[in-house]
């Protein structure tokens, strides 16, 4: 009876379980409804980059920081990484449901033991668990569904298929997913040829892609993968010799130097300045759970290529040479410092017994002994921490890359690029620094803030030429002149070495970049002139950044702002576009993976500027016209006449393949204490914006370095091969601009007696009325056209009274667009002029 009972109650609890399970089951199908639509993952949507073109097609680079994946077919990698795989995962693969009894087992006793056993997955249940389960969280419930799925796979697809899923989908190093992505990473090359030992390499990535990366931990990758070579030799699929000798091949050729980075960093890309300017403007047009990183985006952009590719080799060469100049006329004032006054400073310090101080001079061989050790041996010992794996090492190389990183800000020179359409304002090259990296990721071009010196000039002088109070001859006497503040002081301005040059007109003045006649300007048409006209070519609207970039002083005729190289370009654009204002742009159209437009801007660009109606015209066509004429003279008698070869650079071939020369205006710039050089001009075409200067101020790029000399042969260079094969082209000129004759000299009416004449181009109803009294029997007095001696009339008791206003701390300049850059050091410009003698270093 008893056991009749039992027998009964056995029965009901199985009954009981069976409808438990069966419940369970229902649930899980309901759950599993049109599971062949959601586990084919051909029609899945995996992470795809997003995929940036030029604007001829051809790809640039690809973003996918988040996943990086590439698909290949099972059929086209080969067997030895297949066995790696199944040695290493799972050698039951094909024999097996779905799931290891042994195994789970193996694993559950390893978990009770505390020791490591391996994992209990297969790949079956490893695909499962990626694909429906998050495998992060480590309880008994997400195992069961990973189980469960398994299951259904297994009833879905073939072994094969089921490991084509595993080797495309699966996590295998920084930011990789999938054996191609991640061969091409390690190993340069595809998965396709992949050595026996590089698939082991790869193998081990799946167990800890971060633990187990050769490249950041290369002594443990080296253990696991000989652990499976060696299981892969147990198991036939390779013999002792041929795993010992791939071994070998292996490591002799591995690069400990090489730096671990996320897929990201060390993606292919033709452009990296440019493809990073771009990906920051993505987040602009990126909204709701778009993902430039996963969604598969193609971005078409304005870049031209073979523009870039250019720049990218003349800029390279400009760097290289600026910090060679720099390097060269800093250890020379380094080595009369050390010879000439250190001595005599030990000597007095000595004979004062100064001890405190003199404790500071010889502090100095510690600090260049410092700099020397992160500089030159720093590099060397963090890869011998790195081969040796000498964990406690890293801290200390840490330390003297972040020593180095300040010295660099301060020491090194760095370059930046920026090139516009000047009929649609598209942005087509972009150089950002010396090399895109994970260090230096400031896009100098678009993101600095720094002084343009000389080269801003020509934006307050297009103020001047419509005030029709100034024309191209109009005398301007470049002399030593006092101005008087609205601060009630006095300043007194000075060109390059202390000279002047007398009686100048004002193109002459612009061309040669004289610091006096130009202050005369900006104090003959005023400051609000100046300011809202600069600020109107700049692109600069908000009052609050108007009233920070433009103070009130004299200084600031002189260049003593902070803007963008993008923004300089912009202005120059403009003259050249016939007055009309250009908004630049890098992204033209955004497309989604099937190829649907989702965002088209530069079909918006087009329709925001048609908006503008009459006030596209940022400056009337015949300013623009004026503004071209006024800096083409810079570049044929002024300081771009060496930069572009005095014309020979600008000798380009036409579209039909004939020889002429283009016409081309510009302006160079260096500001005080020789920090900054700059090159902006432009042709019917194209505008070059050029600039070298330091990330952080207080340094000299030399007495010897110029805008003239160093920024201004490349933007020569580019020219000549920007414009090549491109229909001929000239400034337009429009109604309202007449050309009259005048005195070289004087600026007025031509007459017999004046020993030249120029033409030049006026607005109508400026051209001179009066004859030149200048030259003849009758002149009034014939001006000086000689240097004039300053010690001859400036005294000491004259300027003992006189100093420069300073500017406000909270309206000086910045560098590198943050608050906490450098202030900009005594802002007075010199420009170096010399005679019309085709001196380089004119500026």
Known sequence: MGGFLFTRIIALVTILLAGLIGVALGLSLAVTGNIENVENYKVLNPALPTKIFDSSGDLITEFSADEKRELIALSELPRHLIQAVLAREDPDFYNHRGFSIRGIARAAFGQITGRSLGGGSTITQQVAGTLYTDRTEKTLRRKIRELWWAFQMERRYTKNEILEIYLNYMIMGPGLYGVETASNYFFNHSARDLTLAEAAVLVIQLSSPTRYNPIANPNVAMDRQKSVLAKMVELGYATREEADVSFDEYWAAFDYTRIGASAYYSREDKAPWFSEYVRRELDKFMYGEMDYYRDGYQVQTTLNLHFQELAESEMAEGIAKANALFRTNAGYSLARAERVFVPMANMILLAFNMEDVFADVEHQDEIKAGNKYARLLNPVVDMMSLAFDLAPVKPMTAAAYSKMKSITEENVVEGALVVLENSTGQIKAIIGGSQYNETNQLIRATQAKVMPGSAFKPLYYSAAIDSREFTMATQIFDSPVVFHTAAGQDYIPNNYQGTWRGSVLLYEALALSLNIPALKVLDGIGFDAAINRSAALLGITDPQEKSVTFPRVYPMGLGIIAVSPLSMARAFAVFANQGRALSPYAIRMIEDRSGKILV???????????????????????????????????????????????????????????????????????????????????????????????????????????????????????????????????????????????????????????????????????VPAEFCDQHGPNAAGTPIRTRIDPSLFITESFTSGLRMPELPPDIQPLRGGSSNSQQSQDPVEHEEIEEPSYNPLWD
């Not at 015949?622 to 060496?642: C, H, P």
């Not at 229909?727 to 109604?735: C, G, I, Q, T, Y």
Request: charged residues 20%.
């Open 600 to 766: 088209d801007y530069e079909r918006q660009v087009r329709l925001d500027l048609e908006s503008m109606g009459d006030g596209i015209q940022i400056i009337s066509k015949q300013n623009a016209y004026m503004m071209t004429r006024l800096l083409t003279k810079v570049i044929e008698v002024g300081t771009l006449a060496s930069g572009s070869g005095y014309g020979a650079k600008l000798n380009v071939k036409d579209d039909k393949g004939v020889t002429y020369r283009i016409p081309a205006g510009g302006k160079t710039g260096t500001t005080q204490n020789w920090s900054d050089a700059w090159a902006v001009g432009f042709t019917p075409y194209y505008t070059i914006a050029i600039w070298f200067g330091f990330d952080k101020g207080g340094n000299s790029l030399g007495m010897n370095v110029s805008g003239a000399s160093l920024a201004g042969p490349i933007w020569g260079n580019l020219m000549n091969d920007y414009n090549q094969g491109l229909p001929r082209r000239d400034f337009v000129r429009p109604a309202g601009i007449v050309e009259a004759t005048v005195c070289r000299v004087s600026g007025l009416k031509l007459t017999n007696d004046c020993p030249a004449g120029i033409t030049l181009s006026f607005l109508e109803g400026t």
